[in-house]
């Protein structure tokens, strides 16, 4: 009985009060909205007297999909952690794939400070001139741009393979999964499959972040979703961040 009046205690508290809850868990901070998916790579430079490469997740999504370069050219989701040298760079691999003095500006000495800035917000007046569209859909938080909707209504239009590949679907699956918090009475999250295979390959999450299986997935809490596990792997960077309950929970109420 007061497990279930606890329940009910929470469910009120999370329709009426998602800022408690903001309290309760480890909301990481967020950073200005021109500056929300941009990271700075320094697995090697400054211990090679260079500075840290600036590489910004809008301006590349605008054109690329996350597929073309977190499974076509192998970048890890996680920043330093894939073994990117500037040799790999000029032979063409990573950066270099697209960094060629032909598709964008190569790998030649009056480029490399544009790379090698060390400034986490680097390209701030572009963001400002790419936001002002007043085409562009918003939302509230991350860059604050709504990319689902910009891709839907085709301002934003990333191509989804440098190969010319084409989404494959070799099984059935579940266009919209509901997933059933652990909690009693919590408002189901669900998992659009459609929004994510137009950006990513079924391997970049099968089955290194979820099991392909309906609730196949352990430990499926926000306690590790925060920790940059399952949904957090993206929705704490580069996708619209977890502030945003009710993107993925319609029943709870945003802050
Ligand atoms: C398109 C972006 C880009 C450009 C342009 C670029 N680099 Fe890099 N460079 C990188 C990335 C990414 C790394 C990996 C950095 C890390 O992990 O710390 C890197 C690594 C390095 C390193 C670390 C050691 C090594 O060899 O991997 C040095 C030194 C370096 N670059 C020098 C240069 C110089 C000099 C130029 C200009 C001639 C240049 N880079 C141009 C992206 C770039
Ligand atoms: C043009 C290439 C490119 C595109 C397109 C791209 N990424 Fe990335 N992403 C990178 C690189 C490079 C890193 C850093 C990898 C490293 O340092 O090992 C990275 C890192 C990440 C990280 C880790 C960030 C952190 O702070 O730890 C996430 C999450 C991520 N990407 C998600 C995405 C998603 C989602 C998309 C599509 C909306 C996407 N990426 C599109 C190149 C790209
Ligand atoms: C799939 C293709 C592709 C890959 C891979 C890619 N870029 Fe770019 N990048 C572009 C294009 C296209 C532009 C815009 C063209 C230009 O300005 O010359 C650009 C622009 C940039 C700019 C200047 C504008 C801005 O965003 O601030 C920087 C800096 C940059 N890239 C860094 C990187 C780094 C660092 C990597 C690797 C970690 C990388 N890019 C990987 C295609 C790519
Ligand atoms: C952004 C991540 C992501 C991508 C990309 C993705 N999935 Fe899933 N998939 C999930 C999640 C989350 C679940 C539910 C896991 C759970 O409940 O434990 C799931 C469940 C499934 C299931 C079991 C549920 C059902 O439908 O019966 C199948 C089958 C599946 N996915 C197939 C695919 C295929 C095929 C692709 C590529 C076309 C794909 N998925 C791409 C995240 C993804
Ligand atoms: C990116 C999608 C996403 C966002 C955004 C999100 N959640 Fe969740 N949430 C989930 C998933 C997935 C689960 C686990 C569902 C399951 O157990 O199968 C979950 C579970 C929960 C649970 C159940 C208890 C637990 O720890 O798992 C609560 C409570 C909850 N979320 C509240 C919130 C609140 C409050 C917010 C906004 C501050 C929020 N969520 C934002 C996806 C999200
Ligand atoms: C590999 C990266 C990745 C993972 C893992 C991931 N997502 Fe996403 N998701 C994205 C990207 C990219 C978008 C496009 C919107 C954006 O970037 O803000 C998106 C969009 C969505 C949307 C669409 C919102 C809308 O506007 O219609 C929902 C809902 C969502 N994700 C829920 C989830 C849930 C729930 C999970 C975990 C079960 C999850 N996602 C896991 C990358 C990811």
New binding site residues.
């Given amino acids: 009985m007061t497990a279930k009046l606890t329940s009910i205690f929470l469910l009120l508290l999370f329709l009426m009060y998602p800022a408690a809850l903001l309290a309760y868990w480890d909301f990481p901070p967020l950073p200005p909205p021109h500056e929300y998916g941009n990271i700075l ?1 320094n697995r090697t430079s400054e211990t090679n007297n260079i500075k840290p ?4 997740h809008w ?2 999504r605008i ?2 999909s996350c597929r ?2 977190h499974l076509e ?1 192998e ?1 890890e989701f996680s920043v330093n952690k894939t073994e ?1 040298t500037e040799q790999d ?1 000029r032979d063409g691999f ?6 060629d003095g032909k ?3 190569g790998h030649t000495e009056e480029h490399c400070d ?2 090698h ?1 060390g400034d986490l917000s ?2 701030r007046e ?1 963001f400002e001139k790419f936001t002002a569209d007043p085409k562009l859909p918003r939302a509230p938080f991350g860059n604050k741009v709504d990319w689902t909707l910009a891709m839907k209504n085709k301002i934003v239009k990333p191509i989804y393979s ?1 190969s010319n590949e084409k989404p494959r679907v070799n099984m059935k699956f579940k266009e919209r999964l509901e997933l059933q918090a652990e909690w009693d009475y919590v408002p189901p999250a669900f998992f659009p499959h459609s929004v994510h295979t137009r950006l990513l390959d079924c391997g970049n999450c099968h089955p290194d972040i979820f099991f392909i299986k309906k609730k196949g997935t352990e430990y499926f809490l926000m306690e590790f979703i925060l920790k940059k596990k399952f949904c957090g792997v993206c929705h704490l960077n580069v996708a619209f961040p977890l502030n945003d309950c009710k993107r993925c929970h319609p029943g709870i109420k945003n802050k």
Avoid at 53 to 56: A, G, Y
Avoid at 94 to 99: S, V
């Fill in positions: 790579i490469v600036s590489f910004s301006s590349h054109k690329y073309v370069c050219l970048f990117i760079n990573f950066c270099g794939a697209c960094h598709v964008a500006f544009k790379c800035s680097t390209g572009r440098l």
